[in-house]
């Protein structure tokens, strides 16, 4: 069942849902939303991802429902594809290639045959929006290549541009004007906002604009909070309009409800605002959201608006702004100061996520799982103010306790520092909060750790400072937690820079010492199982070193530019990521030997800031050396963009289509009685069919997993290709295969047996400048402890690798 | 230019009263502006926003209603019950009729302009007839006596407080049977008059809506707040391609802290007033054809005539209030400083006179003699003469008794520079000289009007030396008297404008004359035309800043020792034009700052202009010399007269 892939880097997951407007679908059932290079089809009552729309190649940019097909969906990309789609089914019907960069999508019901997109020419500022048409034909990949210019210099972002009174006129908002083009008239009208001359007018630059569905009335939200509503636009000297003003801050987005008797309007106060009959005294709101409101939508059917956050989520509200339903992402903040960790209990990863909040988000099915507010302030949204941050926070006891730390300084001298411990309550199913520790350390907390001995009976706590101290924290009886040991005098900050020193967890006692002339010492971890004698230190400039625990002596230095350094609780693998001007590169290697077993170069352009080892439900089988560490978890980390990448042969997503698939083809089924009737015959065929697999070994296909059959079964009967072109296809896949398995692996070795030809070069390549100072006999002994099959290949191996880039550390 | 000494007078406590009214006239393209205690004032929009014509007030006429009918005449109405209608000619009242119905509220003249329509406080509608002089009562509108076509109950509620009385503020009735009512509730609601019923509710503010007016083609309309803003309704089409339109409330204007008591609409601007004084005309772009100064905010707070005179020998300053006059001694130093420096006084100003009117009307005018010892002024049925003493630090004042029955009432006042003669000019349109004895007074002249006019002069000037004496009424030219043989010596050509400001220069005998489209001519008197700077001026035109300025030139005077210098003031600035240099042309800076000491001579020459404006006193209500080397100068600043207002609504401003 595997297939013997190259692993790659995969986006997994966590892309952003709020790039652009979430549309409905006409019957309000579903949502859509881009989501990376994806289309993703949420219900709006389950809050479920039904379907996941993949084929683009790119960022998906635009998405509109077809206002001639409402079960139809237009996308358009970055790759320069338009797609039409059949979301119900979550079938691609057709590719136009447009050949451009596609920077957003537009569709009107009176053309017909063509949608507007936005496309760049030339200057990269500029952009233009231009009508496609559309060739109507049978195939499948479709050029039209057919543009027709409609407006210049224009903003990229579909916000800044609207098309009102069914098509008639398109405005675009730029800066400090208005355009409007009638289609009928084909002339454009400009109106344009005294810019920034004086202080009074600095903000008004435009930024989004709504039409009214009804009347000739053009709705523009404004830089300083204000919301302009545009008349009689068709006159160049008669023009007027009318302010609303409420917002303090930007105005995000805008629109319009169906009949156009009230307008919505939302930005970084968090708060949706409906104008009633578009009077300044007549407005209701939604307050509380969350965060910023980056789109507005509502749909056809007018019961329910949508409002996408900043921080990746979507909200689906009733008409009488009641909030429905919360589809919410992995959430994006800007710092990332826990790091990545992993529940050990849900396996979920955690890290920041709101301001002030650790969130849970399993990636298995994509989806934020709970948010745990640490800070458990009010968050005020204002921009320059210096808010409480979570800075650490760490699991122990097999995710029993769960230690944070936050901080708040707003000068030098003011720190303001606390400690919260949560216990896990196993009837509520979450953190509750047991002890808050004001000012646990005189200066920041640098470090914080459970002691995660099996034997310790009482979770225990370890916090390192700035201040030289670090204090051990235990659980008493009355299941408080206070300090036992305080006032360690040694001058932590020192040995933060360059000198490790080993404690007895039990005694509390300084075991030894370390120093190494290189450098201040950033990361720090112990080997895992076998390797669990060695400590490993990651230097500033650059330098990976290895310590014998047992020996008290370095047993191996490399110069390696880390960045990133996480152990494998599965196995003893550590995984390294270094970063240079080129990009990351990412080191899988054990502490026991200094030579990887795994490189990837190239991980990322950017910095990667955290990595970490999620341990896999389901063991992988890799049967390749390489990517044997991938077995028993898997490797995530995210770079300074905030994009969380995994290393997988396949994207998560398509790990994810099967199980949504069935959901879906459950909810198509019409519940009829006929179905009730039909629907558990087959069932029950389907059982006696397997029953009579099992018996008789007999490898006949089963017409229910045969793609192509099951694709012509549950695909509606207008969007099929023709009979005669289905009929070969349909007969082929019933004939039995009569290739042999084993055939088609022998080749995937040799494939394999090349890839790690490859890859060691690579690896010679890169470790001819690097040194190192033990000799190869103390690595051959540790190695021989435990000598499987698959450890003597690799040894075999090593004899042949040329060790000459250690001599060079 | 010259340094001089600059007494900064910040002592003249002027308060504007509050505007109660204001009607439009779209056929003479005339604004009427009722103030709260009586005073009506005639603006001329065409001739850029001039205060032409003002009518005093008296303490028991409170004005409620002012309309304009048949053509132009101007009825106004008021508490004490009478309808008035004003001669805009001879600037009187021409009679006042007791309407017997208690205080009149409200006042409508019908479209044709032959009705008259009041609403009185016992409840009664009465209906006059508008005849060629008079008017005539026609029917009373009794309350509750016919039943009432339609009642429109207007919702009480406010803001979810329902126990407060709705009082409807103001209603509009449009051609097409549309209902416009503004009420206290902060509503403006629509109805249709056929049916009784209520079209469309705007909730616009918060507080009282207080005023509405439509323009006359029906396609807008602004309503006033006691908040101070003012809104535009417009009706706009719903679609570009149907005919259904829909009223929308288009920009607000916040140009009044307080409340808005009237509005106007002119086919061009929207023109409102209210308890803050400043009168405002906000035009809308939209209907401005071309983009020149017309389309710019105007802001009237101040009267466009003098309220000061000056003595310059005494060096006294005589202010006029509505029902007083102060008098004031300038203070004065002995210290010397550089320029700019703020010198210390070694004597404060002194407060030598306060001289409180006699009955309920206004002053009109008054006139302090060049030497001090007389004071003059008139209200609408009086005229005034005192003598005044000095005997040392005390003052004394004695009335000169009997003055003759043809010095009823005077518009301007003007002392002869040796403060032997006195110059009124009356209502009727003639002209008074009268010399000035020691505490008594002889008539010597009286210049009639010319046949066939009726119209009041309302400037005087004469020239130093006595011999020429200058007047003007408020549309035709510049009359010149020759004193000594008492004879009509020439009549200035009349302009299109009307004059500002007339003066005559020493030896010269120029008449320099400025009028409210900015324009100065300066003509000479003994050759009966205008001089050649005049001339060139006129053919090179002025810059076109300074036609763009906002206030018109209220006062003129001459230096003693240049010749070649026109000192001039409005509220905003005060130039000095020096005939001798070349006149700047629109590419030069008007509004240039003080020539840097460092730079050379031919610089300084090269970009010396004739015009030498200083802005630093501002509102400048009276600047005049008073020796070679000494100005004075009055300002009233902005706030200060804010200060003295009531306390505005209070709004909860974001953020504090």
């Given at each position: 069942m595997v297939e013997q892939e190259r692993v790659r880097v995969v986006r997994c997951g966590g892309s952003e849902l709020n790039f652009r407007r979430a549309v409905f679908s006409a019957d309000s059932k579903y949502i859509f939303c881009v989501s990376g290079d994806f289309v993703k089809v949420y219900s709006t009552a389950t809050e479920e991802c039904v379907h996941i729309l993949q084929g683009h190649r790119n960022l998906v940019t635009g998405i509109q429902l077809n206002p001639n097909n409402h079960l139809q969906l237009y996308s358009c990309s970055f790759d320069g594809t338009i797609k039409l789609w059949d979301y119900v089914d979550g079938i691609l019907i057709k590719t136009f290639i447009v050949g451009h960069k596609l920077h957003a999508l537009f569709t009107v019901a009176r053309a017909e045959d063509s949608v507007f997109v936005t496309i760049n020419k030339e200057k990269p500022d500029i952009f233009q929006l231009v009508s496609v048409k559309l060739p109507k034909s049978s195939s499948q990949e479709i050029e039209s290549k057919e543009l027709s210019f409609v407006l210049d210099y224009i903003n990229q972002s579909p916000k800044y541009i609207a098309f009102g009174n069914e098509g008639e006129y398109v405005a675009a908002v730029r800066d400090f004007y208005l355009s409007v083009y009638f289609f009928k008239k084909k002339t454009t009208s400009r109106f344009t906002l005294s810019s920034s001359r004086n202080k009074k007018h600095a903000k008004n630059n435009f930024t989004c604009v709504a039409c009214h569905p009804k009347e000739d009335c053009i709705a523009t939200g404004h830089k300083d909070g204000k919301i302009r509503l545009w008349r009689n636009f068709d006159d160049d000297k008669k023009y007027t309009y009318t302010c609303l003003h409420w917002h303090h801050d930007m105005v995000m987005d805008l629109a319009f409800s169906v009949t156009g008797t009230s307008l919505l309007s939302g930005g970084r106060e968090s708060v949706l605002v409906e104008w009633r009959d578009a009077a300044e005294k007549n407005k209701e709101f939604l307050p509380r959201l969350g965060a910023t409101i980056e789109h507005i939508s509502v749909s056809p059917a007018g019961d329910l608006f949508c409002t996408s956050h900043s921080d990746n989520k979507i909200i689906v509200i009733h008409r009488n702004l009641e909030a429905s339903a919360v589809i919410q992402g992995l959430v994006k903040d800007s710092n990332i100061f826990t790091g990545l960790m992993i529940d050990p209990r849900t396996k979920a990863l955690v890290l920041n996520g709101k301001p002030g909040h650790l969130q849970f988000y399993s990636l298995q099915s994509d989806k934020q799982l709970y948010n745990l507010d640490i800070v458990q302030q009010e968050y005020i949204n204002d921009y320059g103010l210096i808010q409480i941050e979570l800075t650490k926070a760490a699991f122990g006891c097999y995710g029993n306790w769960l230690a944070t730390v936050e901080q708040r300084q707003e000068k030098e001298t003011e720190l303001e520092l606390q400690m919260k411990l949560w216990m896990y309550n196993k009837k509520t199913q979450g953190f509750v909060l047991n002890t808050k520790v004001n000012m646990p350390h005189e200066d920041h907390i640098t470090a914080l750790c459970f002691c995660n001995a099996e034997k310790s009976e009482n979770p225990t706590l370890v916090t390192a400072s700035k201040d030289g101290h670090f204090k051990v924290w235990i659980l008493t009886d009355d299941s408080d937690i206070y300090k036992?040991?305080?006032?360690?005098?040694?001058d932590f900050v020192v040995s933060f820079e360059e000198i490790v020193t080993i404690w007895d967890s039990e005694t509390w006692e300084l075991k030894c010492t370390f120093c190494q002339r290189a450098g201040k010492i950033r990361h720090l971890c112990f080997g895992r199982l076998t390797c669990s004698k060695y400590l490993l230190g990651a230097t500033e400039n650059g330098i990976l070193c290895c310590w014998n625990l047992l020996s008290c002596a370095l047993e191996w230095s490399a110069k390696l530019n880390v960045r990133v350094m996480e152990p494998d609780l599965n196995s003893e693998n550590i995984a390294a990521i270094s970063h240079s001007s080129m990009g990351s590169d990412l080191f899988v290697f054990k502490p026991s030997e200094p030579r990887p077993l795994y490189i990837q170069k190239n991980i990322s352009r950017e910095e990667v800031q955290w990595g970490v080892f999620v341990p896999r439900d389901v063991p992988e089988s890799f049967t390749s050396e390489a990517y044997q560490w991938l077995n028993r978890s898997q490797f995530y980390f995210l770079t300074k963009s905030q994009s969380l990448l995994t290393l997988s042969t396949k994207s998560p997503e398509e790990k994810l289509t099967p199980t949504s698939k069935q959901l879906l083809a459950e909810e198509s089924l019409p519940t009829t009685p006929f179905y009730f009737i039909l629907g558990k015959h087959r069932q029950q065929q389907d059982e006696k069919l397997n029953a009579a697999l099992e018996n008789e070994l007999v490898q006949l296909p089963l017409t229910e997993n045969i793609p192509a059959i099951s694709e012509l079964l549950h695909t509606p009967a207008h969007v099929l290709p023709s009979a005669s072109f289905l009929c070969s296809m349909f007969v082929n896949s019933l004939l039995l295969s009569k290739e042999s398995k084993s055939a088609e692996e022998i080749p995937d070795d040799v494939d394999m047996e090349e890839e790690k030809e490859r890859d060691d070069s690579d690896e010679e390549n890169d470790f001819t400048e690097k040194v190192q100072d033990t000799d190869n006999t103390d690595l051959g002994e540790d190695i021989i402890h435990q000598l499987s099959k698959s450890e003597e290949k690799e040894l075999r191996k090593f004899r042949k690798v040329d060790y000459s880039w250690i001599t060079a550390l | 230019m010259g340094e001089f000494k600059v007494h900064r007078v910040r002592f003249f406590n002027y308060v504007p009263s509050g505007i109660r009214c204001v009607a439009y006239n779209n056929q003479s393209n005339r604004l009427a502006v009722s103030r709260t205690d009586g005073t009506v004032e005639i603006y001329n929009l065409s001739a850029n926003y001039f205060q032409e014509k003002f009518f005093p007030g008296h303490e028991?006429?409170?004005?409620e209603a002012l309309c304009w009918a048949k053509g132009q005449r101007l009825f106004s109405a008021g508490l004490n019950g009478e309808i008035i209608e004003y001669d805009l000619q001879a600037l009187n009242i021409k009679y006042a009729m007791d309407a017997f119905g208690g205080p009149i509220w409200s006042m409508a003249a019908s479209p044709s302009g032959s009705q008259l329509l009041v609403g009185c406080e016992d409840g009664s509608v009465k209906l006059f007839q508008i005849t060629p002089g008079k008017i005539q009562f026609e029917r009373n509108f009794d309350r509750q006596k016919r039943s009432a076509i339609h009642k429109m109950l207007v919702d009480r509620q406010y803001m979810g407080v329902s126990k407060r009385k709705c009082i409807i503020w103001g209603v509009a009735f449009l051609s097409d049977g549309t209902v416009i009512s503004v009420d206290s509730a902060g509503k403006v609601q629509f109805w249709d008059s056929a049916t009784g019923t209520l079209v469309k509710n705007h909730l616009i503010a918060n507080a009282d809506v207080q005023s509405i007016a439509v323009s006359d083609q029906e396609d807008s309309f602004v309503v006033g707040t006691a908040e101070g803003t003012v809104f535009h309704f417009q009706l706009v089409s719903v679609t570009s391609n149907s005919s259904e339109k829909q009223w929308v409330r288009t920009k607000p204007f916040q140009h009044h802290t307080h409340d808005v008591r009237a509005v106007a609409h002119s086919p061009t601007a929207l023109i409102s007033g209210g308890t803050d004084t400043h009168l405002v005309i906000r035009p809308l772009m939209e209907k401005v054809e071309v983009k020149n100064y017309d389309a710019a905010l105007r802001k009237i707070t101040f009267p466009h005539r003098r309220l000061i005179s000056c003595s310059k020998k005494k060096q006294l300053l005589l202010f006029q209030f509505a029902h007083h006059l102060e008098l004031w001694q300038l203070g004065s130093t002995v210290a010397t400083g550089k320029n700019g420096d703020t010198l210390p006084l070694s004597k404060d100003a002194d407060h030598l006179l306060h001289l409180k009117t006699k009955g309920p009307e206004n002053i009109i005018c008054s006139c302090i003699s060049p030497c001090g010892s007389w004071i003059a002024y008139s209200t609408a049925s009086r005229f005034f003469l005192y003598r005044l003493s000095y005997e040392r630090d005390n003052i004394s004042l004695q009335r000169v008794s009997?003055?003759?029955?043809?010095?009823?009432?005077?518009?301007q006042i003007l002392f002869s520079e040796d403060s032997a003669k006195l110059f009124v000019a009356s209502n009727q349109g003639s002209l008074h000289i009268i010399r000035l004895l020691e505490g008594s007074f002889k008539h010597l002249h009286t210049f009639q009007p010319q046949s066939g006019t009726v119209e009041s002069m309302c400037l005087l000037a004469v020239s130093p030396d006595g011999n020429w004496l200058a007047a003007s009424g408020t549309s035709a030219g510049v009359h010149v008297y020759n004193v000594k043989n008492l004879k009509l010596h020439c009549t200035v050509p009349a302009y299109n404008f009307p004059v500002t400001a007339l003066a005559i220069a020493p030896s010269t005998n120029n008449l320099v004359i400025a009028h409210s489209d900015q324009q100065v001519f300066e003509y000479s008197i003994p050759d009966k035309q205008y001089t050649e700077w005049s001339r060139t001026i006129q053919k090179q035109g002025f810059h076109h800043l300074w036609l763009q300025r906002d206030t018109p030139i209220t006062h003129i005077s001459f230096h003693l020792k240049r010749p070649m210098h026109i000192l001039l003031h409005d509220a905003y600035m005060f130039c000095i034009i020096d005939k001798s240099l070349p006149l700047p042309n629109d590419k030069t800076l008007l509004y240039n700052p003080l020539p840097p000491k460092n730079e050379s001579d031919v610089i300084r020459r090269r970009t010396a202009h004739a015009f030498k404006i200083s802005k630093i006193y501002k509102p400048l209500l009276f600047m005049d010399l008073l020796d070679e080397r000494t100005l004075v100068a009055v300002e009233r600043p902005l706030d200060d007269i804010i200060a003295q207002l009531p306390p505005p609504i209070k709004k909860k401003k974001f953020g504090t």
């Open positions: 036992k040991a305080v006032g360690w005098t040694c | 028991s006429r409170a004005t009997k003055m003759p029955a043809f010095l009823r009432s005077a518009l």
